[in-house]
Each structure stands twice: as structure tokens, then as C-alpha cells.
């Protein structure tokens, strides 16, 4: 189930988030966002390292936790979507042909 969206700027700046859940997790998913922001950053200024291409788009699994999964995505812009997900089944795939 998703449970939060977050669309992030060139700057690392936040232009959406929101939160599907009770407004007591809003701010822990916040941060979750914002931890990911450095996954992103790292895969996409060392992509020798983490075995991705330039032209990828699609950043797979990005923070993993033991009730959260963190997917992204990067625009030609860099503008980032960052999806946070509580689905342990769901696969790699599936986020990828959405």
C-alpha cells in the first residue's frame, strides 16, 4: 500500500508531499523522504558504484526499513518522485511498469 508521495526539486527543495496515513506518521514520513534524498544523491553521482547507467531513470529500491520501502524516480530536470510503500511483496517490477 502506498503511503506516501513526495515530489522533490532540483535543490533537494520539497514541491509535494503527501501522506496517506494518520497525521501522527506525517512527520516520520518526512524524514524518510528526506533520507532517501541522499540515496539519490549518492546513486547519482557515483553511478559506477551502485551499477546504474545515465540514462536510467527509474532508481529502484531506495531505502529499505523494517515497516517502509522508499522507491524514486528522476526526471530528465531532476526533479526527484519519491514513493514510501508498506507492501513487503511488492516487486521491483511492479513499481517499475507503473
Known amino acids: 500500500m502506498i503511503i506516501s508521495v513526495a515530489v522533490v526539486g532540483l535543490q533537494n527543495n520539497p514541491l509535494y508531499i503527501q501522506s496517506f496515513t494518520d497525521g501522527d506518521d506525517a512527520l516520520k514520513l518526512h524524514y524518510i523522504v528526506h533520507c532517501s534524498l541522499d540515496v539519490i544523491d549518492e546513486r547519482v553521482n557515483n553511478p559506477k558504484k551502485t551499477g546504474s547507467t545515465l540514462n536510467e531513470t527509474y532508481l ?13 524516480y528522476l526526471t530528465n530536470t531532476k526533479v526527484k518522485f519519491i514513493l514510501v510503500t508498506t ?6 517490477a511492479d513499481i517499475r511498469s507503473q
Not at 87 to 92: A, N, P, Q
Open 60 to 72: 529502484g529500491l531506495l531505502y529499505p526499513s523494517e515497516n517502509y520501502k522508499v522507491y524514486g
Open 87 to 92: 507492501d513487503e511483496d511488492l516487486k521491483d
